[in-house]
């Protein structure tokens, strides 16, 4: 039980403009389920992916079993017994599960034909000993996402590796699949395997880990035992602090109703969604993954068309049609995927912060004002706290914080009425995080309607003066004040309404 | 020599952005200087103005091209319609100046129109860009061949002619002074306006484009419309210089056009380069393509270096982004 | 027995339905066709008519199959014509008419220089990482230059047994369809039956997501470019036969044709989705549509535009399908 199996030790990782891992030390022994835990950009995904071969590191050595080895792809991982499950799924959406699950290990028979008999019998044969069902002939672009993480889950087991890598396996999943998850894990670790788990949901760390490692902006911090800890330890382990402190203090809003959307309907993705923000007010937008949040603001700005719905600025019924409509007209939108977008990456920085608003710096009514472009950017710059060496390199040299200011300093750019963040935090570090919601603040403060989805249940919980819990589509509940906890909005999200809450736990 | 002044300013702008741009002068400075080395004498004026008028045509019709690679596309069809607006061209004027405003008229429609088919394809129909420029490609092969029932008629109006000559304005071609003016205008658009600043915003990254307000389809079918009309317009300028038009005009520029932009180091997947690099990427392809003459290279010899030299430029840019 | 039991796995194929559906239906629009051209002239349903369709058809079979091979990684490469070209005029120029075996060396060395230009191919696109697109544009010209050196116009001698048995008939069947059979059970078992065929698609669904599975990515696609060019040399070898000379400039449509035989044939550009069954439809129903042409005596320009107008409109089918599933 107590022989290690991993050790990877001094590893250093950079990619362009972010050192993402530095002098990091991680390590593992035979037979438990060891997580790792830490914030978005912590490294976590870097030193794994490190591991399994699809990066390489800059520095830094690996035993496996003892040994020295080296990885250079994902091949020899597999064939040392290192497999991974990665975030994005490595599924090919063109072909059905079976031959998904036995990609690039297919038995053959004479001729060398794939033996798709023994493929069938012995993937059969694995689902059987887990409990997993999946319909092998489908095409996995026909599965539903959930499912597809179960065939990623039974390609992996096919392989039979010593070491499982499941990078935030669930994040994707609902409640019933997350339990049977928790399950396969259970019956892996009881046939010998060893198991690294990321994830930065606590409940998942206290149910199923034996021991945590947490990583802290490409460092390591430290290795517990899970039996000795409490969740304040990990979450201070963590953030380097508690929690409440990252929040600015919530503000009382006016009366003055801003910003309203009514009756809006997105066939297949949204249903009668009606809410309104007053001056002041930061509105939270909560709910599952999924639920309809990225398609709600989609739909506000124009990219998504709407059939029914009336978006109102200042009593003014809005037509918006397109992006290019909403943001002549005062709305913007910090999209949840910044880099596809939200961003120009291999584009300079000021280009960047200047493409929305380019026509407002015109010179002799078609050129590009050089000079009022400059010092626009670098007034951004100032006001935003961008930390760059230079406006004309690539954006994408910046680290993830920088680079979400510089998303939210091109929508700024046309003063909006409104402002939309579709997961405004994902991804970069607390000190950016913690910028980030004074900005939000403060634009809250001066009369901004500002609207903000999160699936970081505490950032919402810390942020919003209201939260409109989405559920399938709809608005399911509007909490306000003492009734914004963790977990009412949870009840909500699963469809129950706050009403019956009581009723129920009595 | 306007041009070359133009040309070291831009360099020294492209060497601080970095990339393929500032090597691709290095490159061609150095072929020059090869080119004096195995036939003394290549550096003289008349030489040098002889070589620009013919990269000329390249580089026109690269200017197209350079958008369409811009947005993340690439348009195949440009030596079809380069065929097409010579033979149209020709017929239309039929060797007469009064013919000369609706041959041009014509040509133009012709271009813009082919351009206009090509941006439907790609942006209504979602047809991948190369397919879909080389099948409307295809389709205007058959056209002029229809057109001119494979035998072109016509000739150049004597007007045309001596703008293709060689001595207009003093010593130089009239189309050189076209494709000047015609460079200062696109840098202009592509480095100075917001157009320009759409097309790479486009080129990088289509959905962040979309998301930020930019009018991508409008930008696309600007793109192709443009392609047509550059390659329409050497089409035409090919009438006045051979004299006449002939069934294979473009195919020389097939390759050439393409090259011109790639070795001028734009980048194939969108949103990187620029007009400035392709300039000297027309002029490479054409002194290559000279000195090989020179030193008496058949045809099929040229074809084969061209090829090899695109593929090692390519290569070594590719090499240059790693590091 | 052993070829039954093949036979049976193709064709009794239970998943065919469902994941083949498309090649039933461009078979169906394939035997339209024919039904069709038999109509308008009585001289199609001739068997002659037939063979000659083979025989003009056969060569675009050996390049559809490459492209589609290709297209199936996500790749494309323009310079399968060239290398026809180039295969063609390098087996013509060391045929000896004179040696009753002088059609050995000829044979070898068509698939050689085939060889040879795949290699560069996949190398530069799987190594050197240029775009498809761009490779095999440049290596057109190369291949295209290096013909053109090698043979500066049509001509050359011919083993004429060796022409005639390609051309000529064996029992009454047609040697090139022994040929085309053989080749094409080769490559569709490739395509759909092989881990090999397997990791082609995957490369071309989900080039990442097949590394990170341990699919040899690099290797897979070099040799998918090889074997395309090597298809070529096969056509670049009987086109020798059947026009009797080599022709430096011949191979240009082949690369344009073969992908419009691969998108008629129901292959997505995109890569992975397809079966070669349907390219096979694919060719003759271009072949026939020509052919059709011909009969009716329209001049061989339209095909140029026929045959862009075809690529088009079967590339808009499924914009088309989206916009009235939206509506």
């Known amino acids: 039980m107590s022989e290690e199996i991993l050790r990877m030790s001094h590893i250093c990782k950079s990619f362009p403009g972010v050192k993402a891992l530095k002098e990091v030390d991680f390590s593992c022994k035979k037979g438990e389920v060891m997580v790792l835990a830490g914030e978005n950009g912590a490294g976590k995904s870097t030193i794994l992916k490190i591991l399994s071969g699809l990066y390489q590191a800059d520095s830094g050595e690996i035993f496996f079993n003892g040994k020295a080895v080296k990885i250079k792809n994902p091949l020899e991982a597999q064939k040392m017994g290192i497999a991974m499950v990665y975030q994005e799924l490595t599924l090919v959406n063109e072909m059905t599960v079976a031959e998904n699950i036995y990609l690039s290990i297919e038995p053959t028979k004479k001729f060398g034909l794939v033996d798709r008999k023994q493929i069938e019998s012995s993937i059969q044969e694995v689902m059987g000993q887990y409990g997993i069902e999946l319909d092998l002939q489908t095409m996995v672009k026909d599965l539903p996402v959930a499912q597809q993480q179960m065939a990623e889950i039974v390609k992996i087991l096919i392989r039979q590796p010593e070491l499982i890598i499941l990078d935030e396996p669930t994040s994707a999943l609902a409640r019933k699949e997350v339990t049977q998850l928790y399950e396969i894990i259970r019956s892996m670790i009881s046939m010998g395997k060893t198991i690294i788990f990321i994830s930065h949901r606590l409940e998942e760390v206290f149910e199923i880990g034996d021991r945590v490692t947490v990583f802290k902006d490409g460092s390591y911090v430290d290795t517990k035992k899970i039996s000795e800890i409490t969740e304040d330890d990990l979450i201070r382990m963590m953030v380097g602090r508690s929690l409440q402190n990252i929040f600015p203090e919530k503000t009382q809003p006016e009366q003055e109703i801003i910003f309203q959307v009514k009756n809006l309907n997105v066939p297949k993705h949204l249903r009668d969604i009606s809410f309104s923000v007053r001056r002041g007010e930061i509105l939270g937008i909560a709910g599952l993954q999924g639920h309809g949040q990225t398609e709600l603001f989609n739909a506000i700005y124009g990219i998504l068309p709407r059939e029914t719905g009336e978006i109102i600025t200042a009593g003014e019924s809005l037509k918006i049609g397109n992006a290019k409509q909403a943001i002549k007209q005062g709305l913007a939108l910090v999209p949840a995927d910044r880099k596809n977008e939200g961003l120009f990456l291999l584009r300079s920085i000021r280009e960047n912060l200047a493409i929305i608003s380019l026509d407002q710096r015109k010179k002799l009514g078609i050129f590009i004002d050089g000079k009022k472009e400059k010092k626009f950017s670098l007034d951004m710059k100032e006001k935003l706290a961008i930390k760059l060496a230079s406006l004309r390199n690539e954006v994408a040299s910046l680290s993830g914080g920088n680079q979400q200011k510089v998303v939210l300093g091109k929508e700024l750019a046309i003063n909006p009425k409104v402002v939309l963040f579709n997961e405004p935090t994902r991804g970069i570090d607390v000190e950016a995080k913690r910028e980030f919601y004074n900005i939000m603040h403060d634009l809250a403060r001066s009369g901004v309607a500002v609207i903000m989805y999160s699936s970081d249940l505490m950032e919402v919980i810390g942020m919003s003066n209201r939260v409109a819990v989405m559920y399938e589509g709809t608005i399911s509940a509007v909490l306000q004040g003492e009734e914004i906890t963790e977990e009412n909005i949870m009840y909500c999200a699963y469809g129950a309404s706050l009403a019956n809450k009581g009723e129920r736990t009595l | 020599m306007a041009e070359k002044t133009l040309k070291r300013g831009r360099a020294g702008n492209l060497m601080a952005i970095g990339g393929p741009q500032a090597v691709v002068y290095i490159g061609l400075a150095a072929i020059l200087i090869i080119a004096q080395i195995i036939s003394p004498g290549y550096l003289k004026m008349d030489h040098i103005l002889t070589m620009l008028r013919l990269a000329a045509f390249v580089g026109i019709a690269s200017i197209g091209q350079t958008f369409a690679v811009l947005t993340g596309g690439i348009d195949l069809s440009i030596a079809y319609v380069i065929t097409f607006a010579n033979i149209v061209g020709s017929q239309v004027m039929y060797g007469e100046n009064q013919n000369l405003p609706a041959a041009v008229l014509t040509v133009l429609a012709v271009g813009a129109g082919v351009g206009l088919v090509n941006s439907m394809g790609i942006k209504f129909l979602k047809i991948p860009p190369f397919i879909m420029t080389l099948g409307v490609g295809t389709i205007v092969q058959g056209i002029y061949m229809i057109y001119s029932g494979g035998a072109p008629k016509g000739n150049t109006a004597p007007l045309l002619r001596e703008m293709c000559g060689n001595n207009i304005f003093g010593r130089v071609s009239g189309i050189l002074v076209l494709w000047f003016i015609l460079s200062v205008v696109v840098i202009t658009v592509l480095k100075f306006t917001p157009y320009g600043r759409k097309i790479y915003a486009v080129g990088i990254n289509q959905k962040a484009a979309r998301f930020s307000g930019i009018n991508v389809s409008g930008i696309i079918f600007s793109v192709y419309i443009i392609s047509g009309i550059t390659a329409a317009i050497t089409g035409f300028l090919l009438v006045g210089f051979t004299g006449t038009s002939y069934l294979d005009t473009g195919t020389k520029y097939a390759t050439t056009n393409l090259a011109a932009v790639v070795i001028g180091g734009t980048a194939i997947t969108g949103g990187r380069g620029g007009y400035g690099g392709t300039i000297a990427g027309a002029i490479i392809m054409t002194v290559i393509d000279d000195l090989l003459v020179i030193i008496n290279i058949s045809q099929a010899g040229r074809q084969v270096v061209q090829g090899i030299i695109i593929l090692l430029l390519v290569f070594s840019y590719s090499q240059q982004k790693k590091n | ?327």
């Open chain 3, 1 to 327: 027995m052993k070829i039954k039991s093949a036979c049976n796995y193709i064709f009794k194929d239970k998943y065919f339905q469902n994941r083949y559906g498309n090649v039933m239906l461009i078979y169906a629009f394939l035997l339209a066709l024919i039904v069709a051209a038999s109509l308008f002239d009585e001289n199609f349903l001739t068997v002659g008519n037939f063979k000659n369709l083979l025989l003009t058809s056969f060569p675009l079979l050996m390049v559809a199959f490459a492209q589609g091979m290709i297209i199936f990684t996500g790749g494309i490469d323009l310079s399968l014509g060239a290398t026809v070209a180039l295969s063609n005029v390098a087996c013509v120029l060391l045929m000896n008419p004179d040696s009753p075996v002088g059609f050995v060396l000829p044979i070898f060395g068509g698939l050689g220089v085939g060889l040879c230009c795949g290699i560069a191919n996949g190398v530069i696109i799987s190594k050197a990482k240029i775009p498809p697109i761009i490779t095999t544009t440049a290596t057109t010209a190369i291949y295209e230059g290096a013909a053109l050196l090698l043979m500066n116009e049509p001509g050359g001698k011919i083993h004429r047994p060796f022409a005639k048995f390609l051309t000529g008939d064996v029992f009454h069947i047609p040697v090139a369809l022994f040929l085309l059979i053989l080749i094409f059970l080769f490559v569709r078992t490739l395509t759909n039956y092989t881990p090999y065929g397997k990791a082609l698609r995957a490369i071309g669904g989900n080039e990442s997501a097949a590394y990170s599975t341990g699919v040899k990515v690099d290797r897979i696609k070099i040799k998918v470019y090889i074997l395309g060019s090597l298809l070529a040399a096969v056509a670049g070898i009987f086109l020798s036969a059947q026009m009797f000379s080599a022709d430096p400039r011949l191979g240009k449509q082949y690369s344009m044709n073969a992908v419009t035989a691969s998108v008629v044939g129901g292959i997505l550009l995109t890569g992975a989705v397809g079966d070669l069954m349907g390219t096979v439809a694919g060719v003759f129903i271009i072949s026939v549509i020509n052919n059709m042409l011909n009969l009716i005596g329209v001049s061989s320009y339209y095909q140029f535009v026929f045959q862009g107008l075809i690529l088009i409109v079967v590339l808009s089918l499924p914009a088309i399908k989206e916009k009235r599933a939206m509506n």
